[in-house]
């Protein structure tokens, strides 16, 4: 490991805290002083989770603790009818301290200041997922048990766990409602929501207090749902060669319990680079599973979280990861590690991005490389024995993040240019990095953050 990057980013991570009254809660997303701050300036949930693993593995848990506070204040309190209020339960996106002279507030943004409106759904999710890493390394029962945090988490449950319109295990989002924050096409079922889903939770299964009574209910809710959910996203979301070959010769309009192609999937919808890229052995889960559509392209927060949560099975994280390891380049490339392949181009971009620019094909959320993802890679690649991998791709980067300072993203089909609007300074490539460090140096500590739990996919699900 380079230690010189290492120290740089430790640097990096403290620049980055903001404190409230005295207190650290949070860290900004960015510091670049050369680029527009729009919303970086703030404290984004997704974002922060990432520098509290780094805390929490270092032995610094007093910011988390704030912080996991400070959101359960902000988060929105009260039943809404209203359409411009949050809904019950939402945690905010993001928050910054104000000080118009009569002492520091805070200014929460739901999604109704972010640039295209979208709405935080992983939001919570996140805060179930640093609430628990935190737990397991303090054993901070006392915390865990106050009332407001237990409450924290009914209420995201209310919120993310309640039917609507739709009847399956998994969970329906609008457009851009996780750190795919734009619109690229993944509304409705995307696996990073079904990844995030799933972990939290877990989560919330393993944090809410057995000895309350208002939590049985919750309790009883989460061991039905979890095993369909599984069983769901095992079952329908993977692609390996051979299910490749049945989607190929499915039937089409089957109605009733006996259909076979649930989803009533076109094999014609297949895309020509999908049959040759997809290697002998290996596979992934597949970006979006629907009403008539699976969504091909390969989403690497999603597959990665996925695995460190146990949502896809053992046989299915050995398979990613051979993937993974034979597709290195366009997986990996130069900078870990490609959010999103392949890219959306021609007419694709322009119906689904809506011609943005910011997302033109190899670049940002549309196969861009981000360097955040170290953290998911080091820890499924270790678990997996893929250490190797693992460290070859540790070493690009950090010799790259410490002469680039640290880039938002990096732009093109191996990742070999700072991305063109990437900030610099940001936080969470900096923490990205530094967790990986952390758990390559002692492996051990992938047990602390407690991702998930191994959970039998039920063997009949309801009906999908
Ligand atoms: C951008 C990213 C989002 C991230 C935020 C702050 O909006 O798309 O994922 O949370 O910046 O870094």
Known sequence: MNQEARQRAWRLLEESVVTYRGQPVGTVAAHDPETEALNYDQVFTRDFAISAFAFLLDGRPEIVRHFLTTAVRLQSHER???????????????????????????FADFGEHAIARVAPVDSGFWWLLTLQAYVHVTEDRAFLHQASVQQAI?????????????????MLVPDGSFMIDRRMGVYGYPIDIQAQFFAALCAASDLLDADEPANARYRAALDERLPHLAHHVRTYYWLDLERLNQIYRYGV????????????????????????????????????????????????????????????????????????????????????????????????????????????????????NWPVLLWLLALVGLRTGADELVERAMSDAERRLLQDDWPEYYDGRRGRLVGQQARRHQTWSAAGYLVACQLLERPERIELLHLGRSVEGASCAAPV
């Open 154 to 170: 009914r209420l995201l449950l209310d919120l993310s766990m309640t039917s609507r319109f739709d009847m399956f295990p998994t």
């Open 253 to 368: 309009e089957e109605y009733g319990p006996a259909a076979v192609n649930k989803f009533n999937i076109y094999p014609e919808a297949i895309p020509d680079w999908l049959m040759d890229w997809l290697p002998e052995t290996g596979g992934y889960l597949l970006g979006n599973v629907g009403p008539g559509r699976l969504d091909y392209r390969y989403f690497g927060q999603g597959n990665l979280l996925a695995c460190a949560a146990g949502l896809a099975t053992e046989a299915q994280t050995t398979a990613l990861m051979q993937l993974i390891a034979q597709r290195y380049d366009d997986l990996i490339g130069q900078m870990p590690l490609k959010l999103c392949f392949p890219a959306l181009e021609g007419q694709d971009w322009r119906l689904l991005t809506g011609c943005d620019p910011k997302n033109r094909p190899w670049s940002y959320h549309n196969g861009g």
């Open 80 to 106: 809404q009818l209203d359409c411009f209020k949050p809904g019950e339960g939402l945690i905010p996106a993001s928050f910054k301290v104000t000080d118009n002279g009569e002492g520091e507030e805070l």
